[in-house]
């Protein structure tokens, strides 16, 4: 169609001429770019401001987690024992191979082999799985203990922790009601890092499709890279929450 | 030059103009082609549709408030179905009408043409944000159909959480969807205003209606996620108790407002920066000269960006933030007064010594620098801390920001859609009929809003059905406003409709004004540019324009 007005104008030169061909070099070139270096940055600095406003709607529950941190303290520490280093740290690892998988799947894209592409992208799927699987052992212990906030919690395992054979010291009835606060923290920060990943490895089925299809093979990886791009964040997101919810209060006092 | 005279297509003048054959309102027909459209200037007509259809049945809000409060007594309506009208109002007013209204609009039909390019860099994620924006609307509608929603358009906890039975939550997510459709039209701006250029536009040859919706859309990009958050913490709150906002269960109220204002007071800069833009445009172009200190208006846009991030807590004076915090505030609000200043100042130099003449958008644009004044400055009295205490929750504040918002964004968005009409539909509105439009708006405008400020002043409190007698007489007046505003808003949508059929044709620049997309056919072709324009002059250059048409005319002739 951008043809036709071209090849009626007389002011067409070479220039435009050259531009023209340029347009062919790729199916998935979009018409309005006058590159594909264009349209790839354009596709990669988007993804970019997209993560940023991540950062901040992530943000807002770090506020909230360093504030009520802050009040309630004691509270915070005793319910942050609560959390299973080796799951998490496992989760950790986890998280990480998987993205380690993402950043080889980027490489195979670049370098256009397609087999290796969808094998990577398998592989970082099977690990994302693998962490909501763990995190879904997570969740169902603290479904177990009555921890999940709401008319069933229960604090009396904060109350009087030697009854349960825990070494933390009793909390105060009114501070014990604050692990509440903690662990709906736990449930609103890591659900919202799960839901991620959930859309995460849909967009990875969809991905793996359409890198079986070949699409990826012919030097278009906008997709691939700026998905990896996304994977990482949630990666890092993690990389925040581990520490903050599991280990930052391992000794207290000290 | 010469480059200039091959790269961009000259037309004849208005004389002699046709409607071209070829544009992108014909280019492809049917319902479906609309519905489904990447065009950026589609899109903008899209989202042009409804805008105006959520102003007026917000308006339709305003118009009842108004109608309760001509007399003390509660006559017309309960207090809680009073309660829900002017939520109803303020929360389709501000989401679905202000945020939008002059980026979706003029910003997307203009900022690809201005910058010479063929459309935005994402135009699939511009056409998923007029959808977001409708789905949000629908769930904004549905929590008014289903028996409204009485929160005030700030959610404020605990009232929203704990003590209403209304349909907080579908309005909260209405309100979330539509931020996403705020965020994505955001990052397409900032993308597109980054990337897609064309040759020699560099960043100060930009127009500066660009760059303040580059500031609104950091704006937009930053604060709106943090909306989002907060109205999901509201909506757990409300539905399972989880506590972060309920001091029974150790969680804490004032930390709502922390969130919600940090949007919500950026949100405002976001409502009227663009506004500021169009301004920029329509003054320019009437006093015939180059913008006055161009770069300090460019850089006052985003000045008032960067600190419009800093002043949220002068919303929570009375609410018991520490005394410190509040004084570190209060000289942060002060200090946007700064930037806001520097582009009033700079639209007075422009002025002077300018070929002034006074088309529609000129009126507008001067009912802009008027009212957007008193609403600024008030906004001063406001952040002092004495004075806040004293003023806040009263009818002050109303007169305030609806001084800012109607007095100064609706004015400049109805500039912005008189200017630019003629370039969106290739036809001129009618112009006396638009300048009596224009008077009529002002008029009943300052009846409106003037009284409220004294009332305000007086110790009147907003969001009551009712009122003590001795305010009657004031609140006759502001009520008489309103119906003179209401006409004042319903003549532009009779006769632009009018014009779509029966205006005069417009020619490619009625105004001969400098920008690219006044070079280019009205309306524009689907792609914009035959080819890409190369830029070889800076922005607002008269000289270059004359010489330009000078050209024009001995190659036509």
Redesign the interface.
Known sequence: ??NA??AT?P???ET?VA?EHEHVMLPQH?????TKE?QR??AT??MW??L???I??????F??YL??RN??HD?FVVSSNQLSIPLGAANTAILITSGFCMALGVWAAEVQKKGLLVLFLVLTTVFGVAFLGVKAVEYHEKWEKHHI???HFDVSEFINPQAYGLKEKPLAPDMA??T??FF??YF?MTGMHAFHMILGIGLLFWLTWRAHRGEFSSGYVAPIENFGLYWHFVDIVWLFLFPLLYLINRHPGS | MSTTSTTIVNLPDQRTARIPKRNYLNNEDGLLSWLFTGDHKRIAILYLISITFFFFIGGAFAGLIRLELLTPQADLVASDTYNKFFSMHGIIMIFLFLVPSVPATLGNFLIPIMIGAKDLAFPKVNLLSWYLYWIGGLFTLAALVLGGVDTGWTFTTPLSTHYLNTHVVTAATGVFIIGFSSIFTGLNFIVTLHRMRAPGMTWFRLPLFCWSNYAASILMVLGTPVLAITLVLVALERLVGIGVFDPTKGGDPLLFQHLFWFYSHPAVYIMILPGMGVISEVISTFSRKRVFGYTAVAFSSVAIALFGFFVWAHHMFIMGVSNYSALVFSLLTMLVAVPSAIKIFNWAFTLQKGSITFETPMLYAFGFLGLFTIGGMTGVFLGALGMDIHLTETYFIVAHFHFVMVGGMLMAFLAGIHFWWPKMTGRMYPESLSKLAAVTTFIGFNLTFLPQFILGYLGMPRRYHAYPPEFQVLNVLSTAGATVLGIGYMLPLLYLGWSLKYGAIAGNNPWQATGLEWQIQSPPLTENFIETPIMDHEAYDYEWLAHKTAQEVTTVG
């Open positions: 169609m951008d007005i071209v104008h002011h067409t030169h435009a531009a979009r018409h309005h770019f006058e264009q940055e354009a600095f988007g401001l997209f940023l406003t991540e901040m709607f992530f943000g807002g529950l506020f909230a504030l009520y009040w309630y509270a906030p709401g008319a009601q604050k509440q606060v709906f923290l609103a």
